[in-house]
């Protein structure tokens, strides 16, 4: 069975300029979570998705990002325009619908996005 | 207050002894507890959950709940220097719906052969 996968692995970007991560989840799992590393700091969640309704993006930053799940399938996360503190590891974890309290969340290798 | 704190290390012990990890957190209704590894440049791996007091084995890890206390650990017997990464400890609070995961910062553990 594939895992979570993450493209691309490595981002480097202008300030300013835009940013698209994809994430492909586990087939089957209609659990899709983002989260976000930056240096020095703990793993953040930023939204998840269930299928392709949004049940929750209060870690959203800000609105320069902005997420999608066409068809409940794959899940794209874009920055536009990025700053400098958007520079972190972005995750992508997937689970199935059963019982999100004890489910386990499969994460992606990550995204390494930096911003100069 | 952080909502999930761990000890960043680095923690070093020798082969063939126990590593101790160590986790509080500030949601005294949280009600789910997981323990990550992540080996440097590698996504987190599962290792263990616990949802109730008291302590849960797995192999050679062993995770401890103290619900009144607010504190989970993650005992790791016959340290190998396989287990070096970084061990993150996860919640999920009382009132998420959701599942999202609250992470600590991650203890990085060494072990020396």
């Given amino acids: 069975e594939a895992g979570v996968t993450q493209f691309p692995s490595h981002s480097v970007i202008e300030k300013g300029q835009t940013v698209t991560l994809r994430c492909d ?3 089957g799992h209609d659990n899709l979570y983002w989260y976000r590393r930056v240096m020095g700091k703990e793993i953040k969640f930023l939204l998840h998705f269930v299928k392709e309704s949004k049940q929750d993006e209060s870690g959203m930053p800000n609105n320069r990002f902005l997420a999608e799940r066409t068809g409940g399938t794959y899940s794209t996360l874009k920055v536009q325009p990025a700053e400098l503190e958007d520079s972190g590891v972005y995750f992508c974890a997937s689970s199935p619908w ?3 309290f004890t489910d386990t969340q ?3 290798p990550g995204t390494r996005l930096t911003v100069l | 207050q952080k909502e999930v704190e761990q000890n960043s290390g680095p923690l070093s012990v020798p082969e063939g002894a126990i590593a101790s990890l160590n986790c509080t957190y500030s949601d005294r209704g949280s009600q789910s507890f997981f323990w990550y590894r992540q080996y440097s440049g590698k996504s987190p791996e599962l290792i263990m959950s616990i949802y109730s007091n008291g302590d849960k084995e797995d192999g050679r890890f062993t995770a401890q709940l103290n619900k009144a206390s607010q504190y ?7 340290s190998q ?12 609070g009382l009132y998420n719906q959701g599942g999202k995961l609250i992470f600590g910062q991650g203890t990085e553990l060494s072990v020396k052969p």
Avoid: E, K, M, W
């Fill in chain 1, 25 to 27: 989840p586990i087939s």
């Fill in chain 1, 98 to 100: 059963t019982r999100v």
């Fill in chain 1, 106 to 108: 499969y994460f992606g």
């Fill in chain 2, 72 to 78: 989970v650990s993650l005992l790791i017997r016959d």
């Fill in chain 2, 81 to 92: 220097p396989s287990d070096s990464a970084t061990y993150l400890c996860a919640v999920i």
